[in-house]
């Protein structure tokens, strides 16, 4: 199915967060992710339904002020 | 003086943003002898390490971390960042920045006050960045703030307490209140200047990163912090308007310059 990852169109095959994750290839990463505007925390990813056209934000540590 | 309940190690908060490396942000951080780093969350593509690596060089330092919502404009927005932050961070810390205006950098201060309460009823401890203005100050208190973080001048630009008197009204109207001036601070004077008017701590980046030696200006800085919070603490004398001789005048000459007075 198609998705929307960081603004990027992406086609994935898994149909939960978590499996879509390791699908993109974040596997252990540390980072945090919103599906459709709302956070998904990552203790709720593997049972999180990901539905076609869905708009995901995967976001990592970075510099900050 | 504790921050939620926290004493930090020093009252210079460091920000880690814009450093040309790694390794001279791992030295500054180590020459402030920082209290806290922020820290942000960005975009990473799969299989890119530069989020992680630098994940690992924040623990490494061994620096509690202050995570921020830079570059939100929203209050959906701040608290979906807010709440992510805490998810990859694992502190209930957030420095809540609801920008409103692009060229200052202004916070939305209506916005900041909502997205504050939303997060504090979700068991966030909120930094919340806001104007010198006593009434947002009042708001977010009320919204459940317990730490205020009033800017001393726009982000970046370096001019450093732009409203002495608007900090000065803002620090004595809430005494008990922990308060970091955070933004606008360019060099180490202006951070004395922070302490001597009372507060607590500040919150620099730009100068340290964007300094022809950012250790170099990390040190000054800390140097600069003791020296401002030292003084305050030692209670500095009033002003005057008039001369007072320092030098005591009971029993000076009567001739001076080999004239008789």
């Keep these: 199915m198609q998705i929307t990852v960081n603004d990027e169109p992406r086609e994935v095959h898994a149909r939960t967060l978590g499996a879509i994750l390791d699908e993109l290839g974040y596997g252990k990463a540390r980072v945090a992710t919103a599906l459709n505007g709302f956070f998904v925390p990552a203790t709720q990813r593997s049972v999180k339904a990901v539905d076609e056209g869905a708009v995901l934000e995967i976001l990592a540590p970075m510099q900050g002020g | ?261």
């Design chain 2, 1 to 261: 003086m504790k921050f939620y309940g926290t004493e930090l190690s020093s009252r210079l908060m460091l920000g880690t943003a814009q450093y040309d490396s790694p390794a001279i942000l791992a030295d500054a951080v180590k020459a402030a002898q920082a209290g806290v780093v922020t820290v942000s969350l960005r975009r990473e593509s799969a299989g890119a390490q530069a989020g992680q690596a630098f994940w690992s060089l924040i623990q490494s330092l061994d620096v509690p971390v202050l995570p921020n919502t830079a570059g939100c404009h929203g209050v959906r927005e701040a608290v979906t960042t807010a709440q992510m932050a805490r998810d990859v961070f694992g502190t209930n810390w957030i420095k809540l920045e609801v920008i409103g205006q692009g060229d200052l950098l202004q916070p939305d201060v209506f916005g900041l006050v909502e997205a504050t309460r939303i997060l504090t009823e979700d068991g966030f401890q909120v930094f919340p960045y806001t104007t010198e203005d006593l009434v947002v100050a009042e708001r977010l208190l009320r919204a459940g703030a317990e730490v205020l973080m009033p800017w001393g001048a726009p982000i970046g630009s370096g001019r450093g307490l732009n409203n002495l008197f608007g900090l000065r009204a803002l620090r004595g109207h809430f005494p008990d209140v922990p308060m970091v001036v955070d933004a606008g601070i360019g060099k180490p004077s202006h951070a004395t200047a922070a302490f001597e008017l009372g507060f607590d701590a500040v919150l620099i980046n730009t100068a340290v990163a964007k300094a022809g030696n950012p250790a170099e200006m990390a040190k000054a800085f800390r140097l600069a912090c003791e020296a401002g919070l030292a003084g305050y603490a030692a209670d500095p004398m009033e002003e005057r308007d008039m001369a007072v001789p320092s030098t005591p005048t009971l029993g000076l000459a009567r001739t001076l310059g080999g004239e008789m007075l």
